[in-house]
């Protein structure tokens, strides 16, 4: 095997590993609150979506709970990602 190679072969693997780890951190939206998501961009309220939905307002409230309590988990996984103690924890042998 060529350094070439080898170079190749340890950057799919540390790409791999970092695909994972973006993949374990950032759950995906349900169906559900994707729907009720794209309700929400339109403007309409948490009783028009419920009863387009075919659904309760209180289910309609706890799926968008569910996108924001995501998006804060995701904008805090970034953020310790790029603070200095995370730049320096990574650079450590």
Same mark, same amino acid.
């Given at each position: 095997?060529? &350094?070439?190679? *080898? +170079?190749?072969?340890?950057?799919? /693997? =540390? !790409? ?11 759950? &995906?939206?349900?169906?559900?609150? #994707?729907? *009720? =998501? /794209?309700?929400?961009? #339109?403007? +309409? ?9 075919? *659904?309760?307002?209180?289910? %309609? ?5 569910? %996108? ?7 904008? !805090?996984?970034?953020?310790? !990602? #790029?603070?200095? +103690?995370?730049? =320096? !924890?990574?650079?450590?042998?």
């Amino acid at each position: 095997m060529t &350094a070439r190679q *080898v +170079q190749l072969c340890l950057w799919r /693997r =540390l !790409e791999a590993q970092r695909t994972q780890q973006e993949d374990s951190r950032d759950p &995906a939206l349900s169906r559900r609150e #994707t729907e *009720v =998501l /794209r309700h929400l961009t #339109t403007g +309409q309220e948490v009783g028009a979506i419920a009863r387009q939905l075919s *659904v309760s307002e209180t289910a %309609v409230t706890e799926h968008i709970r569910s %996108v924001f309590r995501k998006a804060r988990a995701r904008v !805090e996984a970034d953020r310790a !990602e #790029t603070s200095p +103690q995370a730049s =320096l !924890e990574s650079s450590e042998p």
